[in-house]
């Protein structure tokens, strides 16, 4: 038996490798930061060649770092940000285009002639979304839209098109040399394109963005071989086992298995998803359906998703567009010189508004600014942000799902700030609590594919092996939470209607 498996966590500032062992703790891991490009307002890039190159450099520096080799390694599973849509020539494995990264917010114009007099609704019933700038499909829309000879090239059946997960897995599998082109239904369930109930490309969905169906890659489970490491590569052979959407590898990670289960994730942006089992549960409220896992043969799970566009981003825009803080940790003891925010509410909107409004047309606002406001208060007011659009997410969660929280899991590079969490405590009047292994992400990316090659037997060791790390109790008066949401919802009513 092969000792170890690693996970390829490929996420939207930087792509990490992890070596994980049997009982799920962290052996060895790589990590390094990729270019952010923003051509325009609104747009947001990756060099997808630049993402490729460092994904080998982070698995060889975690593999050197604890003395492995491939011989090691039982298997792959991949986990990445999600909705990122790349477009490549598959004769020469050069992608035509920039990945165009999901906050990006250029398909504005193509969402509303697509949703035409329907409105963003149109294929909610299908794919379980609404109509946003979020999703992949569009992406690859205006790509074949706006590049020069894309379009003919992907009529003649020489372009493929995928989420990163497949750009990953097509370039690890040999590339223009046999490169497997496979996606799962995590991320399929992204692209807009994947009708929920049959879990296969909806073709009359394809036609409308003008996709030709040779593009696609085809669809599999999130647990099960897809394909062998290269032979010349750094993982020979060794199977490719697990794929999973970031969000969904987290909840995995953090054993979601049971119906009404939930976690969320302090990230770039922030993500809830609760498991609402083998039912499709469509929202009311705003929130997203969408594929929560599905292990090999087994029926596919599937989870009610509440996304924020900006949370951790905000504390990033705030260090490197502000100057406000030098490094991200440093907002906690900021917000902690001051007693409350002292009157102001930051609504970082910056790609529209997500969960629950789905306001493209939004842009961010900071209100309630007097003389007495410090930079204190706006350190404050940005954490605060983070929380109070958790509060509306989790308040949607209980809509559609009938389903009282009694406590959240939280996991993220944002659940570090002690400060964020008792207030996130404090607002959601819920318990908040912080497993041992806080790379849940990875860590279920490597549960996927370990259970795929039987290096685990199944969901029961995930959840045998997880392990709580820390708990923050609410404590704030309840007159004192109504004002602040109350408050709170003010502030969101001045950041619609920006765009014209
Ligand atoms: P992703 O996987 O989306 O790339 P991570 O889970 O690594 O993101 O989290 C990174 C985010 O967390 C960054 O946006 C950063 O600004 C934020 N962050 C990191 N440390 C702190 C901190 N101590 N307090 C608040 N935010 C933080």
């Not at 598959?90 to 285009?97: E, L």
């Not at 969408?290 to 292990?295: D, G, Q, R």
């Amino acid at each position: 038996m092969k000792d170890y498996i690693l996970a390829i966590d490929q996420g939207t500032t930087s792509s990490r490798a992890i070596v994980f062992d049997h009982s799920g703790a962290i052996v060895s891991s790589g990590q390094k930061e990729h270019e952010q490009i923003f051509p325009q307002a609104g747009w947001v890039e990756h060099d997808p060649h630049e993402i490729w190159t460092n994904v080998r450099e982070v698995v060889g520096l975690a593999l050197t770092k604890a003395d492995l080799t491939h011989e090691d390694i039982a298997a792959v599973g991949i986990t990445n940000q999600r909705e990122t849509a790349v477009v490549w020539d598959k004769n020469t494995g050069k992608a035509v285009y920039n990945a165009i990264v999901w906050q990006d917010t250029r398909t504005q114009k193509i969402i509303d002639k697509l949703g035409g007099d329907d409105g963003a609704d149109k294929y909610k019933d299908r794919v379980g979304l609404p109509l946003a700038t979020y999703f992949a499909g569009p992406k690859v829309m205006w790509i074949l839209e706006n590049v020069e000879g894309a379009r003919e090239q992907a009529e003649a059946g020489d372009l493929l098109m995928g989420t990163i997960d497949s750009w990953v897995l097509w370039n690890m599998t040999g590339g223009k040399n046999g490169g497997v082109h496979v996606t799962d239904v995590t991320n399929a369930s992204r692209t807009m394109l994947m009708d929920l109930t049959t879990l296969s490309w909806d073709e009359s969905i394809a036609a409308d963005m003008g996709i030709p169906m040779s593009m696609l890659p085809e669809i599999r489970s999130s647990a099960e071989v897809y394909g062998q490491g290269r032979r010349g590569g750094m993982l020979p052979e060794v199977p490719i086992a697990g794929i999973l959407g970031d969000q969904q590898a987290a909840t995995f990670g953090q054993a979601c298995f049971e119906v009404g289960m939930a976690k969320n994730t302090y990230g770039t942006g922030n993500f809830m998803l609760m498991n609402t089992g083998e039912e499709l549960v469509p929202s009311k409220n705003g929130l997203l359906t969408t594929v929560c896992y599905k292990i090999g043969d087994k029926p596919a799970i599937y989870a009610l998703e509440g996304s924020i566009a900006v949370t951790g981003s905000l504390v990033q825009w705030l260090r490197d567009n502000v100057g406000l803080i030098k490094t991200a940790p440093e907002i906690e003891d900021l917000a902690a010189s001051v007693d409350d925010n002292g009157g102001a509410y930051f609504v970082p909107a910056f790609s529209g508004l997500f969960a629950p409004y789905w306001r493209s047309d939004a842009r961010g606002a900071l209100v309630g600014l007097t003389r007495y406001v410090k930079a204190g208060h706006i350190a404050r007011a940005a954490l605060e942000a983070t929380a109070y659009q958790t509060a509306e997410v989790l308040d949607a969660m209980r809509a559609d799902s009938g389903v009282d929280l009694t406590e959240l899991k939280v996991d993220g590079g944002m659940v570090v700030n002690d400060v964020l969490m008792q207030f996130q405590a404090d607002i959601l009047d819920v318990e908040v609590v912080r497993p041992k292994v806080a790379e849940t992400t990875a860590l279920g990316a490597a549960y996927a594919a370990g259970i795929a090659v039987g290096y685990w037997d199944g969901e029961q060791d995930v959840i045998d092996n997880w392990a709580e790390d820390k708990r923050w109790r609410p404590d704030l008066d309840e007159d004192e939470r109504a004002r602040m949401m109350r408050n709170w919802k003010k502030a969101v009513t001045k950041t619609m209607d920006w765009v014209d």
